[in-house]
């Protein structure tokens, strides 16, 4: 319920009085139980939402491993669709009731992600290239969905989910240029993509089509 | 001097005592003069850090467009490497010293950056996907440069630099594909480069050879 009020507005517009009036309680009850004060609910709330993001990181058992990418990215942007203003003003800081407390409950989440991706590329022990490139991928997938609310939903999110597919198709390319274990890695995802998976083929074309 | 303090040590780590002793004034001098504590001066030595980054991003006027970037990228890094305490805790978020003024501040570089970028790109008025592109993009330079300030800069500085370089090809490549904009852009990026550039050849050589 407060996750409810911290989604919809920025933190630093709810009070202790919108939760009591939002609960139907009364105002020395929800000051009692909080007597950290609204710092102590928005953590309980950023707590229970960081654990509700990580539960949708699960990767489906069916579909190829671009496809299942494609399901997790379309299980994100429906939790930042739900949570539109406490996303955005939590990846932004600045915010009264930012602390290192909560930054690190972000962090978690951040690894959390990094953990099931490595794990669904089937990697047991990453290098620093191949977790740089991860981690890269996960602060564009959170960029592009700050741009997305930012720019009021105005890019349909189907193409922005399969644009950040190709995106993490061709950052891996790039860094299997330096990096052993990234090619392999790719390599391995792209041969369970099946022969009919058309993502390499159109990076190619275009790549060749730029140079003309 | 402020920034000298900022740079080298978390912010939440600085006071004012320690300005009075690095400048060597006396104390009610100090407290004096920056009469709204701790939080105008770290304000005043973060605009002067913004102003400073800002700088860099000059194109130099000689080289390949990709090799222009490198330029920038190196200014960029060996900014990150003389800020390091205090660039790592401005973006991490979650210090005691983040307002909203100073998320502002970090907001108006990150826009001088799209900008900057986008001028050198040869954009007059870019649409979405291709803004989208270059602020991912800006977010992976950002990232890595933090991951690398995290590993203690074992990465080569040099690799890294390539490295994102050569991510700004395989990201506008995979926005080609939806983009018509950024297929142009792509394109007269590589006829620039010229034909002995090995960028595009060695990207296409990975996605070859990861298909098998």
Redesign the interface.
Known sequence: MALELFSHRPPDEVGLDDVAEAAGASRPLVYRYFAGGKQQLYEAALRSAAEELTDRFTVPPAGTPTQQLSAVLERYFSFVAEHDAGYSALL?????V???????I?DDVRRAALRRTLRHLGVRQAG??L??LV??WI??V???SL?WLD?GR??PVD?LR??LV??F???A??????DPQT?EV??AL??LEGPDSPR?????A???????
């Open positions: 932004r800081g600045g915010s009264v930012e602390t290192a407390r909560t930054s690190a972000v620093p290239r977790t740089l981690r890269s602060a564009v959170e960029g592009a741009s720019e105005t890019l193409e399969e644009w190709d995106q198709v061709a950052m390319a790039a860094t299997a240029l330096h090619a790719l390599a792209l041969a390499p083929a159109r990076l190619r275009v790549l060749g089509a730029a140079e003309g």
